[in-house]
């Protein structure tokens, strides 16, 4: 069984920066292919970005236009997301997950069996 915790999430002016992580605990992560999603309010989950076990595997949404970076550190068992020049639309809360199987499907919800309880991104001026 995998734990999840998400932290880094706050009140940001529009232009701003933040950095997500997510903590894994009960076992380690290394072997797992990891996942940001995140839900806008009243929508539904969306991929944000996914990196496989390696970490030279990368996938992300087609909203992050390079202002997003996910990385992982096996040592510390933890998965980063760096977010910059965020924008309202980017107001939502944002969720880790781990795919047991590093699925090459990193944007599907079903690849991942581990979720994280969430962190809440608020963008507003």
């Not at 806008?40 to 992300?60: K, M, Y």
């Not at 199987?101 to 979720?115: A, E, G, I, Q, V």
Request: aromatic share 10%; hydrophobic share 30%; with cysteine.
């Amino acid at each position: 069984q995998v734990h999840l915790v998400e932290s880094g999430g706050g009140l940001v002016q529009p232009g701003a920066s933040l950095t997500l992580t997510c903590v894994a605990s009960g076992r380690s992560i290394s072997t797992y292919g990891m996942g940001w999603f995140r839900q806008p309010p009243g929508a539904d989950r969306e991929f944000v970005a996914g990196i496989s076990q390696s970490g030279r595997q990368i996938q992300v949404g087609y909203f992050v236009k390079g202002r997003f970076t996910v990385s992982r550190d096996h040592s510390n068992n933890t998965v980063t997301l760096q977010m910059n020049d965020l924008s309202p639309e980017d107001t939502a809360i944002y969720y880790c997950a781990a795919d047991p199987d590093d699925s090459h499907l990193r944007s599907h919800l079903s690849s991942y069996k581990f979720w994280g309880q969430g962190t809440q991104v608020t963008v507003s001026a």
